[in-house]
């Protein structure tokens, strides 16, 4: 199928995707504003992931004591968490420009988070023009789903996986799988995508996106010997930290903690075990599509959500409630707009991926920062929501960027004033003042024993390690 919105038949010059673009640009750009404000203090997690980085600027090893690592990992309970080299070694060289404080850490997620953004809109720009990808971009970046965790520390998350796999898909996809991929297309693509395969919350979505992609190609004779070379060395690339220290950094661990079958209210073997277990999941699903978390109130965990609103901005909600208008236009030829399957199973399948590998967990739902992944591929599809109903009503637009700017007049207020309030205590800021004390005090010991009950070690060594390397593992140089 073919689409009057694809290759280029929509000028860069089209006023209504100046407006489009410039908002969503503003809006990036915000993401970075007030970081050491709110969120406020800095939470356990933040602090975990970022203690890797800060040790290895000062001493040349991780947190752990582990030198120059392909993977840093570190035990916590049962499980383990770990961070790859595609977040260890660009963080590095983020914090070495721009210091190590918490707000610069953060400031290196929302980067990651603006890529996440951009190359999404860029998929959308492979398959279907620049107007569909202006309206994607501006979803990405006006969401409060991708606000809110676009300004967190949390390192090998979701946040890092979102941006190497739609950086990757938008490398595969720039010929709009209508050609087969360049080389360093493939090679790329392959690359950050197996790479998403290995980070926590993009699994299960990147090895379906391979699969999705890599039986287009085949199905349509676009594979050939440079093809499958430089694919290959981008897989083999992205395997090396998982063949070398995967067994160290026990990288399933979490997945095998909180998945379903871990639930102890399951029958013990057997049929019965396997049908509460798909039980259990699709009462997940229902939690994760609830009013009140993509509406109202979000995640309950406030430091995956604000709870000022839902997962859902105004915008978001605007196209997901014209999209009957938009499927009905493009069934009645209403419009001049084709879409290329691919697209749609693209959207559909990541989105169901997503829901059904968060809701298939038991710990904590709904929950935002399994299910952040689906944030994007909604983008896309919404994104094309939007542009349909611009083909039928030209100033559509210009009530897209309308609601978005009331949206962000309600939202931002807010979010500075009210949130570093309500969420003080989950960002454990009674601990950042006692260790800011610590420091001054040189009492580091002290720090630790009062933190030795229900807090990490490592997450207490940032706080001393920030802006000295004191207190780290490896040797000062």
Same mark, same amino acid.
């Given at each position: ?9 929509? =000028?860069?010059?089209? +006023?209504?995707?100046?407006? !489009?673009?410039? /908002? @969503?640009? *503003?809006?990036?750009?915000?993401? &970075? %504003? #007030? ?70 850490? =953060?400031?290196?997620? +929302?980067?990651?988070?603006? !890529?996440?953004? /951009? @190359?999404? *809109?860029?998929?959308?720009?492979? &398959? %279907? #023009? ?157 939690k994760h599509l609830s009013p009140d978390f993509l509406l109202f ?181």
């Amino acid at each position: 199928m073919t689409t009057a919105l694809g290759g280029r038949s929509i =000028r860069v010059g089209d +006023a209504t995707v100046v407006l !489009i673009v410039a /908002v @969503a640009v *503003a809006a990036l750009v915000a993401r &970075f %504003l #007030g970081l050491g404000i709110s969120p406020p203090g800095f939470y356990e997690d933040e602090a975990i992931a970022s203690a890797q980085l800060v040790c290895l600027k000062y001493t040349g090893a991780d947190a752990g004591g582990q030198a120059w690592p392909l993977i840093s990992s570190i035990g916590i309970g049962p499980a383990n968490a770990f961070w790859t080299p595609l977040w260890i070694y660009p963080g590095l060289g983020w914090i070495t420009v721009f210091g190590d404080s918490p707000a610069a850490l =953060r400031s290196f997620e +929302a980067l990651l988070s603006v !890529i996440g953004v /951009v @190359a999404t *809109a860029g998929v959308a720009r492979n &398959f %279907l #023009g620049n107007r569909v990808a202006a309206w994607t971009l501006l979803i990405g970046a006006v969401s409060p789903w991708s606000w809110t965790l676009g300004r967190l520390a949390f390192g090998n998350s979701a946040i890092t996986g979102v941006a190497l796999l739609m950086t990757g898909l938008w490398l595969f996809t720039r010929g709009g799988l209508r050609r087969p991929p360049r080389w360093f297309e493939a090679f790329g693509g392959s690359l950050l995508v197996a790479s998403a395969a290995v980070v926590n919350h993009t699994r299960l979505v990147a090895v379906v996106m391979l699969v999705l992609i890599g039986a287009v190609l085949i199905r349509r004779h676009l594979v050939d010997r440079v093809v499958l070379v430089s694919a290959g060395l981008g897989f083999f690339l992205a395997a090396i930290p998982v063949l070398v220290d995967g067994g160290r950094a026990r990288l399933w661990s979490r997945a095998a903690e909180t998945s379903v079958f871990s639930d102890p209210s399951l029958p013990a073997s057997g049929v019965a075990r396997i049908t509460a277990a798909i039980g259990l999941v699709i009462g997940n699903v229902f939690k994760h599509l609830s009013p009140d978390f993509l509406l109202f109130s979000g995640d309950p965990n406030q430091r995956h959500s604000t709870q000022i609103v839902g997962q859902l901005g105004w915008l978001e909600v605007l196209l997901v409630v014209v999209t009957p208008v938009a499927i009905a236009l493009v069934l009645r030829r209403s419009v001049g707009v084709g879409v290329p399957r691919v697209y749609l199973v693209m959207v559909a399948a990541g989105v169901l991926t997503v829901l059904l590998s968060a809701s298939a967990t038991n710990e904590a739902l709904p929950h935002a920062l399994r299910m952040f992944p689906a944030q994007a591929f909604l983008a896309l599809g919404l994104g094309l929501v939007g542009a349909v109903i611009t083909e039928r009503w030209r100033l559509f637009p210009i009530v897209g960027v309308a609601v978005s700017l009331l949206f962000a007049a309600f939202f931002i207020p807010r979010y500075f004033g009210e949130y570093p309030k309500s969420a003080a205590r989950v960002f454990d800021v009674e601990i950042v003042a006692a260790a800011e004390r610590a420091r001054e005090s040189g009492d580091a010991e002290g720090f630790f024993r009062s933190m030795q009950v229900g807090y990490v070690r490592t997450a207490a060594v940032y706080f001393m390690a920030a802006d000295t390397g004191w207190q780290c593992p490896g040797e000062l140089r």
